[in-house]
């Protein structure tokens, strides 16, 4: 499933005289298809014209930039995206680093109890750390790591989702070249540092743009967790930032809803293929 | 390598990552049950046992019965709506069609934004009088302005709406994977049967789409319960409750009125919820090898 022809359709049948099927079709598809992008669309129409065009639609209405300006002004967003980037690095290499060996030791080893905890990760995958907020409100507390970036993302590190699916990776490599590298006298980690590794590349890269995209957007958890500038994601600022009654135009607040979305947005415009398909490597097997 | 050899290294292995998990998720999750059965500790006042006075307060609480079938009319109207519409998307972006990686692109993109942020978007659409729908009613049907989130009648309504069009990009992605995945010779031996696009679909496509559709109705269920965070930015929980959800509630009760044991009972409703879902998809599941 790797090739590029992932994404091309799966069927080619020439076209007979006018297709009424396929006009409808069509039509449906980019109803549908506007429909969807029209909160988009909305929101960056806002942002870029002054607020008398909040609600006017005119093809020449002045263009500017003054609404990301004020934004970036009112609120330390500079701050709030410093902490985000830090939040979803140490995220992501914690479940990189925990997975890997984990799912490493499910994958090639034989021990007592292996079935048990398998199962153990696998109901991670129900019971999600984001439900339990008041108990682990609690340990946070109990730790003393109340209001800190590591705290927002402790919960998360350990990822039955990302266990699970490099496990299936790791399965599907060839014990051979395993064993080779074994009588060429590698140790067991030196075996998962240059063999498995290198070979689960595509599943480290689908999982971790799911995982980014996932940590970039939570907001629940780490609500509670924070409390100040200085630890604050840019989703918990910016509900913070829309909340103050009255005060703020629709154009700045649209513009800084652009403004958090916007790396992610920019990167999935980019990488909109890769983007696609890591999320279907991820969600399939 | 020696039996015992491995026994240590798998073992070792796992523990950081076992540690972890049973930190945050599974010890939290037993200590949940065990908090529901006591009380608060405030002040100089310590927890003690209370056996179920917590679930009594939780039978005789209407705000809980309110939130919970909440949850339940929103996760009845929000899964089956976005898995249809997701299950369209795919079946349109697989086809061959005009533009189809900019459909491709607009159905996704909701994916990606963070619900809060889009939450503030949709805000303005139902915001009265000078919101997109209420002009587009005021301006071409000439009806009144209306409090779309202000009335018990549609807020909820409009919440789903949210959580659809949020929702139906991420399980189309699985769809087309699936679709992806059926050979393009039941189409070519189909058409010559002079099937119809429709009987194929029913028929063929459907049915051998079956465990994706099991896959993504798991996912909805779930986020249905996980995801609360629009409710933040747009309607606090109301009016008067009308729009708040599980999570919420539980979110409320802890951090605004700090009923941590009440919290926690509320929470093991969510956990006996999500027990039933796991034993149903064990049972619906088990036929498609999904964890070997």
């Not at chain 1, 003393?144 to 402790?154: H, K, N, P, R, S």
């Not at chain 2, 009972?265 to 796991?278: H, Y």
């Amino acid at each position: 499933m790797s090739d590029l022809s992932l994404l091309e359709p799966t069927q080619t049948a020439p076209p007979r005289q006018f297709d009424y099927d396929r006009f409808f079709n069509s039509l449906g598809a980019w109803t549908l298809a506007l429909l969807w992008a029209l909160p988009l669309l909305y929101a960056i129409w806002t942002a870029f014209h002054p607020a008398a065009y909040e609600a006017r639609f005119e093809l020449f209405a002045p263009v500017t930039l003054e609404n990301f300006s004020k934004a970036w002004s009112a609120a330390p967003f500079a701050r709030y995206f410093l902490n985000t980037f830090m939040l979803v690095t140490i995220i992501l290499i914690a479940q990189f680093v925990l997975g890997t060996l984990a799912a490493y030791a499910f994958a090639r080893f034989e021990f007592p109890g292996s079935g048990f905890l398998f199962t153990l990760v696998l109901l991670q995958l129900l019971v999600m750390p984001d439900i339990l907020i008041v108990e682990n409100y609690k340990m946070i507390g109990t730790l003393g790591l109340m209001d800190t970036i590591v705290a927002i993302g402790l919960p998360y590190m350990a990822s039955g989702f990302g266990i699970f699916l490099l496990r299936q990776t790791f399965k599907t490599i060839p014990k051979e070249l395993d064993e080779a590298a074994r009588v060429e006298g590698a140790g067991p980690l030196t075996v998962l540092w240059k063999v498995y590794v290198p070979l689960a590349i595509p599943t480290y890269l689908a999982y971790g743009l799911v995982s980014v995209s996932h940590h970039w957007n939570n907001f629940l958890w780490p609500l509670i967790i924070t409390n100040s500038v200085e630890t604050r994601p840019v989703t918990v600022g910016l509900s913070i930032f829309a909340a103050v009654d009255g005060g703020v135009e629709w154009s700045v607040i649209n513009a800084a809803t652009l403004m958090t979305s916007g790396p992610l947005l920019i990167a999935f415009l980019l990488f909109q293929r890769q983007f696609v398909q890591s999320f279907m490597r991820a969600g399939i097997k | 390598m020696t039996k015992r050899m491995q026994w240590i290294y798998g073992w070792l292995l796992l523990t950081p990552a076992m540690v972890m998990l049973f930190a945050f998720t599974h010890f939290p999750a037993i200590t949940t049950i065990i908090n529901s059965f006591f009380s608060t500790s405030r002040g100089r006042r310590p927890a003690k046992f209370v056996g179920l006075r917590n679930y009594e307060e939780l039978i005789s609480d209407p705000t809980f019965w309110k939130v919970l079938v909440n949850n339940l009319w929103y996760a009845l109207a929000t899964i089956p709506a976005s898995i249809g519409i997701s299950l369209l998307m795919a079946i349109w972006v697989n086809d061959k069609l005009k533009g189809r990686s900019l459909v491709r692109m607009s159905f996704f993109a909701p994916t990606v934004l963070p619900l809060i942020a889009v939450a503030n978007i949709w805000m303005f659409f139902y915001t009265p009088g000078f919101g997109l729908i209420d002009q587009i009613r005021m301006g071409v049907f000439g009806l009144p302005e209306n409090s779309w989130l202000g009335s018990q009648e549609t807020v909820l309504i409009c919440m789903m709406i949210v959580t659809i069009w949020k929702e139906a990009g991420f399980f189309m992605i699985f769809y087309l994977a699936a679709l992806q995945a059926i050979p393009p010779s039941y189409k070519e031996a189909a058409d010559i049967e002079g099937a119809s696009r429709w009987a194929f679909f029913w028929k063929i496509t459907f049915p051998l789409l079956m465990p994706t559709t099991l896959f993504v109705s798991i996912n909805a269920v779930i986020n249905s319960f996980r995801l609360v965070d629009h409710i933040f930015a747009m309607t606090g929980g109301g009016p008067d409750n009308a729009s708040s959800l599980l999570l919420f509630y539980i979110y409320e009760v802890a951090f605004k009125y700090w009923q941590t044991s009440y919290a926690a009972t509320l929470t093991v409703v969510m956990l006996a919820i999500l027990s039933i879902i796991a034993i149903g998809q064990f049972f619906f599941m088990d036929r498609r090898v999904h964890y070997k």
